[in-house]
């Protein structure tokens, strides 16, 4: 059994045009919807092995302030591959993790976190679940191995949205 935590960024501060947008920081709202999440994973006692974001800058300072929050001392990966990606593209990044690793905080952008839930509670590859900024998911994997993950190998086990008013 595979737990993975899908985080939205939180609220990103308005770019301009001198900011492109893998450079946008979090806005004061969007680093409290980050400790919020790190505060709710620490008073659950959660387990974490990894996290990984998208290299750009709003899911880095997310997930960072997030860890630091929860207390968490685990390895983080920052990414290109999950800047834009693709549902898909998330799938095959987890696809590729060690095996020994089996609770993983998955840190991204929509359209594709979104997707990547359909796929991963559905057998459907079409469709897409909104997440407003700093809305967190647990998703349950029956999966021995991430390389098993696939079409409706998940279920929803818990879906926190953002801290009100943010």
Do not use: N
Not at 37 to 44: A, D, I, K, Q
Not at 150 to 156: A, I, P, Q
């Amino acid at each position: 059994m595979k737990h993975l935590w899908i985080l939205r960024h939180g609220k990103a501060a308005d770019g301009g045009p001198h900011l492109a947008d893998v450079q946008r920081p979090l806005a004061h709202a969007g680093r409290e919807q980050a400790k919020a999440v790190g505060g709710f994973l620490r008073e659950r006692y959660v387990q974490l092995d990894r996290a990984i974001c998208s290299s750009a800058l709003r899911t880095r300072e997310t997930t960072e302030i997030a860890l630091e929050a929860g207390q968490f001392r685990v390895p983080l990966d920052r990414t290109d591959r999950l800047y834009e990606a693709a549902g898909t593209d998330l799938l095959e990044y987890l696809q590729e993790l060690k095996d020994l690793e089996t609770s993983v905080l998955l840190v991204g952008h929509m359209p594709g976190i979104g997707e990547l839930l359909s796929v991963l509670v559905t057998d459907k590859d079409d469709l897409s679940m909104v997440f407003k900024p700093g809305t967190l998911a647990l998703v349950t994997l029956d999966v021995e191995h991430w390389s098993k993950l696939g079409k409706g190998k998940g279920e929803l086990a818990l879906l926190m949205p953002a801290t009100p008013g943010h």
